[in-house]
């Protein structure tokens, strides 16, 4: 396909469409992203802001009941996802994923109108953009979209949304910059509880650069800091095995506290 590239993830377990030039290309966040989502997992997944996909399709490959729904406001690469499930390599896949191009930051009756439904979801994963609006951006304005945030709250937008379409006591999963953790805790709020942060460190002796969060919707467990994951082990750029399992589909990186449902 001119344009585009059609990419391996999971040791060829699935396959992505994405553009050869332009746009977010999707790797590590992604595949960390959707190991949250644990062993044995059912029920329908809400893939927000997913781009061409990586994430959601990544946690559909590895849990064979669980079905996802890939939303993403940009058409091109909304376009890219269903490109993604037309694949013949992606045939296993097909009947469990969908796609829906929608804003995840509307509201209300607009956010139901456009098809993101109250309660309709088990699980909700999100890779929001999470460079400050003032940093440099990028001259190509489709990646720039997924990178940059277009307004101050986004967090507390989208978890609004996120906690709208969950059922009670189902599981939110975020992946951001460290530097965003005050704003997601504020916007986790009283909506979300159990929340469990996990750090991820280039190499031993490095600053953090991303954090994995989840929680759950209504539970009243308390928040906690999990042991960190390390990308690299060696002085090479090739992956430690624990992010290797993580990346290619091998492992999942469940919660350690239990959901305790509001009574």
């Known amino acids: 396909m001119a344009g585009y ?17 332009a746009g977010h290309r999707a790797g590590m966040d992604a595949m960390l992203l959707a190991a949250t989502v644990p062993d044995g997992a059912t029920g329908v997944l809400a893939d927000l802001g997913a781009g061409a996909g990586a994430a959601g399709l990544a946690a559909i490959c590895r849990l064979p009941d669980l079905s996802a729904v890939l939303i993403e406001r940009a058409p091109a690469m909304a376009d890219c996802a269903r490109r993604s499930l037309a694949l013949a390599e992606n045939v296993h896949l097909a009947g469990r994923g969908s796609v829906m191009q929608a804003d995840v930051a509307l509201q209300g009756s607009q956010r139901r109108a456009a098809g993101l439904d109250d309660y309709a979801y088990d699980y909700v994963i999100l890779n929001p953009p999470f460079n400050a609006g003032s940093d440099r951006k990028t001259p190509d304005p489709l990646k720039a979209e997924a990178h940059a945030m277009e307004i101050d709250d986004l967090f507390e937008r989208w978890l609004r949304t996120a906690a709208a379409i969950l059922k009670p006591g189902g599981q939110v999963s975020i992946i951001a910059r460290p530097e965003s953790m005050a704003d997601i805790l504020m916007a986790l709020g009283k909506r979300f509880g159990g929340v469990e942060v996990t750090p991820v460190f280039p190499r031993q002796g490095d600053d953090a650069i991303r954090i994995l969060v989840t929680a759950i919707k209504g539970s009243r467990a308390r928040m906690s800091l999990r042991d960190r994951i390390l990308i690299h082990e060696g002085p090479g750029n090739a992956f430690s095995k624990q992010m290797n399992d993580l990346s290619n589909g091998g492992s999942a990186w469940p919660r350690r506290t239990k959901n305790r449902s509001p009574k």
């Open 5 to 21: 590239t059609v990419d391996a993830f999971h040791n060829g377990g699935f396959f992505l469409v994405q553009p050869s030039d």
